[in-house]
């Protein structure tokens, strides 16, 4: 058995927290271990090429049974999607109650609170951790990396310090590349570098991993001993998805001023929270649909598969706004699958051009940092390309979407008019016969 130590900081009393040996890491999912994505059918180490085997040193661990630490879990989306590439669960971390409610159901390992409390860590290949984005996040409060939320990323670095783990594995917002001139990605990789771990990151886009969701997050993994770029580069798809006639259009309706995230096909970035301060699901219009129905909402089953989740993954936790924050928060499990494989059977990294990462220039979306090696890559947001069987249009069919109510499409109808925003004359004339519609009753 392995232990974990956390203190209370009410009682002041530390206990050991028993990591048990589960049959299987999560309710819902299988240990079978999965094969690496084949968008690059090569693998590490080439044994065509030893000369490059230096320049990439990483060991596989497909024969080897490999664990991780969930920390800042929420409803598990990442941990999930590295159940479903093999890798076991040994422990949990989650303060808010609704989020580790629905890990206590979902998963068979052991859940702790408040990670200021987390005193060490069980023995683990992969420490994973989504850290809050609220003060990174445009619809959040942009304080920064030191704000109260986002800044509790230094507790993650306090216990991989401690028991560094062959792999740290981060996720959040792109805005950690931009706001405040880069802080937030400046703060973590100097404190990568100055503690002698290299480092990788890059922006993912959700869509690209079978689910009907925009959702471009940035990834960054560690290590003190391998090379992280033979798991974020070693695929690459390139290009852009053939266009097609879609059959329905996402947008948000809590917005309508600056912008509406029109997705074609697809919703917009599931959010915890929105510009009018509630968390809710988009909207979406049907142009096929009967007035009166052709602008919905996704139902909350919806949602947890736009995220990667079997419907009613958050079922019993909390209201439906609360859920709607769960899901708004997650991370994508297909993404975390194929982040999982390839931290379990490394690749070879893909050939794209590369330069220098210079000190006050914009951070790129992609970049890594090996034995004092820095550099910008020059790779897409599209490791991979599966293609989702359900349109967007039969998942909200299949998991009953809701009519957008009066009140909600009359305001954001009235934000657009107003707004200097290029708009679909379609469009505009759907709403305006939703309204109609629901008037008459």
């Given amino acids: 058995m392995a232990h974990a130590s956390y203190t209370s900081r009410r009682s002041g009393l530390t206990t050991a927290v028993v990591v048990r040996r589960a049959a299987s890491p999560c309710n819902w999912t299988s240990r079978t271990r999965v094969s690496p994505w084949r968008s690059s059918e090569r693998r590490f180490p080439v044994s065509d090429e030893p000369e490059r085997r230096l320049d990439y040193s990483t060991t596989s661990l497909e024969d ?169 580069f070693a695929d690459e798809t390139g290009g852009s998805s053939a266009q097609k006639r879609h059959t329905a259009y996402g947008f948000y309706w809590t917005e309508g001023n600056r912008g509406i995230g029109w997705g074609e096909g697809v919703v917009p970035t599931l959010k915890g929270g929105s510009k009018l301060g509630i968390a809710s699901p988009p909207a979406v219009w049907i142009p096929s649909a009967e007035d009166g129905r052709a602008i919905c909402r996704p139902s909350i089953a919806a949602g947890e598969r736009l995220q990667g989740f079997r419907a009613g993954w958050t079922d019993g936790s909390g209201t439906l706004g609360e859920r709607w924050k769960l899901v708004g928060n997650a991370v994508t499990v297909p993404v975390a699958k194929w982040l999982g494989s390839r931290l379990v059977a490394p690749g070879y990294p893909v050939d794209v051009d590369r330069r220098a990462l210079t000190p006050g220039r914009r951070w790129p979306f992609a970049a890594s940092s090996v034995a004092g090696n820095r550099e910008a890559w020059s790779i897409g947001e599209r490791p991979v390309d599966k293609r989702s069987g359900v349109s967007l249009m039969n998942l909200l069919d299949r998991y009953t979407a809701e009519p957008l109510s009066l009140g909600a499409t009359s305001g954001f109808t009235k934000r657009l008019k107003a707004s200097t925003l290029r708009r679909d004359d379609r469009f505009v004339a759907a709403l305006d016969a939703h309204i109609a519609a629901l008037t008459a009753g």
């Fill in 64 to 232: 080897a049974r490999v664990r991780s630490v969930g920390l800042f879990s929420g409803i598990g989306g990442l941990e999930l999607g590295l159940c479903d590439a093999g890798i076991e669960t040994e422990l949990l971390c989650e303060y808010w109650e609704p989020a580790a409610d629905t890990l206590r159901r979902r998963f068979d390992a052991p859940v702790v609170g408040d990670i200021r409390e987390l005193r060490s860590l069980p023995t683990a290949d992969i420490v994973a951790a989504g850290f809050p984005c609220t003060d990174l996040s445009q619809v959040g409060r942009t304080a920064g990396i030191s704000g109260d939320e986002s800044g509790l990323i230094r507790e993650v670095f306090r216990l991989v310090a401690d028991t560094p783990p062959t792999w740290l594995v981060l996720e959040n917002v792109p805005n950690m590349l931009t706001l405040q001139g880069g802080s937030p990605i400046r703060h973590v990789t100097e404190w990568l570098d100055e503690n002698g771990w290299n480092w990788a990151y890059r922006t993912v886009d959700s869509r690209h991993f079978g689910v009907r969701q925009r959702r471009r997050r940035v990834f960054l993994v560690a290590s003190k001993t391998q090379d992280p770029r033979t798991v974020l």
